[in-house]
């Protein structure tokens, strides 16, 4: 009866330590999102671009009776800007009371990951890992990048370049 009880109990663990993530794709790689970020996915429909926005920031989408910014996280990431198509999808995401579009090549998993699955990320991953990515799970045959959503909305002004000061 106690051996029962223990692989209950295992058990119960197990499911408390998984999380459900949207996992997207960006050339080919797999990453991933906490779903508690995601408000929605939808289709790229109409982006208005922004005068002297950040390179990364392709302009503002209306969704769900809200402006909020379309960020490209193909050039967030440093990579070069692609074509939309059907596939290519807006994520919208909330952190910290800030809610942004990412702009992903593809996106239709919804996925349970157990945390013992993620690593740190390895120190020799420059770049993306200070900032963005919050770790790596091994996820059957396939490594997913995890994102770290506050950073990548709250690292650097995501509206308009800083000006020079206007004079009178």
Known sequence: MSERRADLDKQQQTKQETEPYILFELLGTTYGLRSRSVKQMEMVEHITPVPNARPFVDGVVFSRGQVIPALNLRRRFGFDKAPYDLRTRLIVVTSAGRTAGLIVDTAREFVSIAAETIQPPPDAIAGLSGRYLQGI????????????????????????????????
Not at 142 to 158: G, P, S, T
């Open 137 to 168: 799970a091994t996820l059957e045959e396939r490594l997913v990048l995890i994102l770290n959503v506050e950073a990548i909305l709250n690292d650097a002004d995501l509206g308009a370049d800083a000006a020079a000061p206007m004079s009178a």
